[in-house]
């Protein structure tokens, strides 16, 4: 199994950053994809971004050119610095990873979510 930790989530004003932070831990795994998710009250839950082990990142159109998605492999936890926030960057923000645990199949596992909040 692996566990995802998240931090950072909180209230901001408008314009103002903040930056996510999820480490996975557990026992015999490699990462391969890890991502962010988000999912506002009465919305379906969205990729944000996610990223590849090898450092290939992609976003979703809405957060392009204001956030930025990083990782650091030897200590299995990705970053997302989000700039320029908007109040409808409002949500639950979750993170993501697809792992292999004991050289069995890749299986995904979320954290269990960090709340941001942007005030206009």
């Known amino acids: 199994q692996v566990q995802l930790v998240e931090s950072g989530g909180g209230l901001v004003q408008a314009g103002g950053s903040l930056r996510l932070s999820c480490a996975a831990s557990?026992?015999?795994?490699?990462?391969?994809?890890m991502g962010w998710y988000r999912q506002a009250p009465g919305k379906q839950r969205e990729l944000v971004a996610r990223?590849?082990?090898?450092?290939?990142?992609d976003y979703v159109d809405s957060v392009k050119g204001r956030f930025t998605i990083s990782r650091e492999n030897a200590k299995n936890t990705v970053y997302l610095e989000m700039n320029s926030l908007k109040p409808e960057d409002t949500a639950v923000y979750y993170c993501?990873?697809?792992?292999?645990?004991?050289?069995?199949?890749?299986?995904?596992?979320w954290g269990q979510g960090t709340q941001v909040t942007v005030s206009s």
């Open positions: 557990g026992s015999t795994f490699r990462i391969n994809d």
């Open positions: 993501n990873a697809k792992a292999v645990v004991g050289g069995l199949g890749q299986s995904t596992y």
């Open positions: 990223i590849s082990r090898g450092g290939t990142s």
